[in-house]
Each structure stands twice: as structure tokens, then as C-alpha cells.
């Protein structure tokens, strides 16, 4: 891994955020239509810290994920990213004006790693990469060009450079996301379930760099079926059933002695 090259720079964002949380999730609520999806979440997130999310499909944790970075509005709470109201809506009306500015900021701010890789496919790998800084930020083509060949080393695909995603293999393309996602430079990094996607023999690859990022101090917040990354790499781990946060415990504490017979019955059939 080159320490000396693009996780320095990344890192200087790390340490913009003053205080100890980089990211609140206040009282949300999030419906489609009838359906209550989220249920008065209530979450903080450190600077530099890894929150692993669990639990069954259809508990709330991709959509959780979603009204973060505004992919979609929550129903009712507030998110705040860096001392920053980036939403705050009650019962589907807005209580703070939302601008395509604003958006745009919390874009670069918040970067996300979806189930799908999402990359255009008329786009060479380093195109998809540096796609993100030359339209929002407007960055200089020549210097994002540089800092996106400095991701890919990052992800161990210089070799890949100029090849189009249909000549990679699903861990190559998820790879090429997660540096896509970081040519923005983001304080926080989502992941939404990155290797379900994935042949099991493939899973490793994106993990591992995954890992690298952790290692490094980036803050991330994980929704992942990846037990074991989960107990290796987090600091915390959530359990989320029907929309509600069930446990928010350290790895060890809900793999070995959960509190709730409903993570006790979710870990038991998938360990």
C-alpha cells in the first residue's frame, strides 16, 4: 500500500471534523407510503471510527444508508454530517431549505459503495474514476487524472487503467467504485453491501481493501453480511431488526453474548 500517496491526502480531510462525532442520525423515520421503514433511528458515528450494520433483508439498513446521502429524504429526523444539518424533515416536509449546492457538498462529503458497481460502461476505468471531481468539483483534469491513477494503485488495479469495466471481473469493478467513491475525497464512506454481488472467491479482494481503508482512519459505516469482516474490523457493530436498531454493542459483545433473543436467533442461523 503507497502510505505517501493518496491516503495522505485523504487523510487531511479526516481531520477537518471538530468534536466526537462525524455523523448524527437524529430521531429518523423514513415511510414509503404506508410501509414504516425506519423507525426512530437513533445513531452517532466517531471520526475515524468503522460501524458495521447486520441483519435480515428487509430490516431498514440500505434505506438507512440512503437518506444519508440523500438518495433518499427521511419522512421525519435530522442528519448531520460534521456539525452540518445536511437534512431535517418532519412528517415529509422540509424544515430546512435543501439547495443543489447543498447537495452537491454533502455528495463529496459522503461517499457510497453500492451492491451494484454502477460504473458507465462507455467509460475506460480511470474515466470512471476521475468522472465524479471533473462534473461536481470541476477539478483540474491533469491533477484528478493523477490522483485517480494513485486510487488505483490504491486498489491494486493500475494495471487496469485504460480497460472498460466489461472486461473486469465483478471484484475488479467493485474495486474500481470504491476508488471512484474516494476520488471525491469523502470525511465518511458508505457501504452498502459491496460483495453480495460478488463470486464467493472474489469477495476477499474487496474486503481487503476495505480493510486498508479502516486501517488507515477512514470513517466508514458498513451494511454487510460479511460476519467475519464485521468481528476483524469494526468498532462497533448494529443490529438492526424491522426498522429499529436492536444492539449497538463492540464486535466481541454481540458475537459472543448478545443481549436480545431476536440477535441471538439472527446470529444463530447465519454462523
Known sequence: MNR?????ELKSN???????????????????????????INLNV??????CIIGASGSGKSTLLRCINHLERVTS????????????????????????????????????????FNLFPHKTVIENV????????????????????????????????DEYPS???GGQQQRVAIARALAMKPDIMLFDEPTSALDPELVGEVLEVMKKLADDGMTMLVVTHEMGF??????????MDDGYVIED?????????????????FLNKIL
Not at 466526537?20 to 425506519?38: A, H, P, R, S, Y
Not at 452540518?84 to 459522503?110: G, P
Not at 459472543?256 to 433473543?261: A, L, S, V, W
Open 46 to 51: 466517531a471520526k475515524g471510527e468503522v460501524v
Open 230 to 239: 464485521a468481528k476483524e474490523v469494526a468498532n462497533r457493530v448494529i443490529f
Open 4 to 8: 505517501g500517496g493518496p491516503m495522505n
Open 77 to 116: 429526523g435530522m442528519v448531520v454530517i460534521q456539525g452540518d444539518i445536511a437534512d431535517h424533515r418532519e412528517n415529509d416536509k422540509n424544515l430546512i431549505k435543501i439547495t443543489h449546492q447543498d447537495i452537491n457538498k454533502l455528495c463529496s462529503e459522503v461517499g457510497m459503495v453500492f451492491q451494484r
Open 167 to 169: 472486461r473486469l471481473s
Open 249 to 265: 454493542t463492540t464486535p466481541a459483545e454481540i458475537f459472543t453474548n448478545p443481549k436480545m433473543d431476536r440477535t441471538k436467533e
Open 130 to 161: 476521475i468522472e465524479g471531481p471533473l462534473v461536481v468539483k470541476k477539478a483540474n483534469k491533469l491533477e484528478i487524472t493523477k490522483f485517480g491513477e494513485e486510487l488505483l494503485e490504491l486498489v491494486g488495479l493500475t494495471d487496469k487503467r
Open 14 to 40: 479526516y481531520n477537518k471534523a471538530s468534536g466526537e462525532n462525524f455523523m448524527e442520525l437524529i430521531n429518523i423515520k423514513k415511510n414509503f407510503g404506508d410501509l414504516q421503514v425506519l423507525k426512530d
